[in-house]
């Protein structure tokens, strides 16, 4: 293989192991639910989801969970947390 090609991918390994490079921008995805299918998306550093939840609350079980698989991946200005009592209330 060619050398150059041989250096990319020992830094592509590098940073794999460093997603704080990464900032997502924008992305729409299907949440496949328990009971329904959702499509949750993230641009222009606003979360939203066509679910009912998402409706009242502004946040869900979808985004949520899209927000703890990307971590860091997700602008901290945009990051939901999940306050305390919401998580053990639900
Ligand atoms: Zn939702």
Not at 70 to 76: D, F, K, R, S, T
Request: proline fraction near 3%; charged fraction near 20%; glycine fraction near 8%.
């Amino acid at each position: 293989m060619h050398s150059s090609m041989i250096g990319k991918i020992a830094k592509a390994k590098q940073y794999a192991q460093e997603p704080e490079r990464i900032q997502f921008m924008q992305f729409a995805a299907t949440f496949r639910g328990e009971n329904d299918s959702h499509t949750t998306s993230f641009a222009d550093g606003k979360w939203h989801c066509d679910c009912n939840f998402f409706g009242d609350w502004g946040t869900c079980c979808h985004t949520m969970a899209i927000e703890r698989i990307l971590g860091v991946m997700i602008p901290a200005e945009s990051r939901q947390g999940e306050p305390l009592r919401m998580s053990t209330a639900y």
